[in-house]
């Protein structure tokens, strides 16, 4: 299910209006080339759950928490392999929010399992086409949400 954004706001007006669907326990992996515009998906996303921090890439950090009406952690595993972001201890934290992951495909199969995967593409200096997947559970609730659709109105049509 794709997007078209045409301004660094419009990206973070698609974050700001999947929020409110967002609880503690949510994946949300972001793939996509550096500058097409993750981080300013999750700050749509932080500012849509009221959190008043700047938003930056936790390129150096690892990590940045957002506090909001859930916890946003945000990653960015740009520098990370894969095997080492199995022993960042994950699955813990999502006992205290929602994840959401830059360089989501390094993240352990068993948090991509039922994430929303969103994809950027760059389609002009001005333009992005963000994509959204999800093969079950939870993920599926929320690209209900990306597509526009409640939960339920997306399970009442299948």
């Known amino acids: 299910m794709a997007r078209?954004?045409?301004?660094?706001?419009?990206?973070e007006r698609i974050g700001e209006s999947l929020a409110?669907?967002?609880?503690?326990?949510?994946?949300?992996?972001?793939?996509?080339?550096?500058?097409?515009?993750?981080?300013?998906?999750?700050?749509?996303?932080?500012?849509?759950?009221?959190?008043?921090?700047?938003v930056r890439s936790p390129s150096f950090t690892l990590v940045n928490e957002y506090r909001g009406r859930v916890?946003?952690?945000?990653?960015?595993?740009?520098?990370?392999?894969p095997w080492d972001a199995v022993?960042?201890?994950?699955?813990?934290?999502?006992?205290?929010?929602?994840?959401?992951a830059e360089w989501g495909e390094k993240l352990p199969s068993s948090l991509r399992a039922d994430c929303l995967e969103v994809g950027?593409?760059?389609?002009?200096d001005h333009e992005r086409s963000l994509t959204a997947c999800a093969s079950?559970?939870?993920?599926?609730e929320l690209l209900g949400?990306?597509?526009?659709?409640?939960?339920?109105?997306s399970e009442a049509r299948r």
Do not use: C, N, Q
């Open 120 to 124: 950027f593409e760059i389609v002009s």
């Open 20 to 54: 409110p669907h967002l609880r503690v326990g949510d994946v949300i992996s972001l793939t996509g080339p550096l500058g097409a515009g993750k981080t300013r998906l999750v700050a749509g996303l932080a500012r849509g759950l009221g959190s008043r921090s700047r």
């Open 4 to 11: 078209r954004s045409t301004s660094v706001g419009s990206t």
């Open 136 to 140: 079950r559970g939870r993920g599926l």
């Open 71 to 81: 916890l946003l952690l945000h990653l960015d595993l740009y520098r990370v392999e």
């Open 87 to 100: 022993s960042l201890g994950l699955e813990e934290e999502l006992e205290r929010g929602a994840l959401v």
């Open 145 to 153: 949400a990306w597509g526009g659709l409640g939960a339920e109105e």
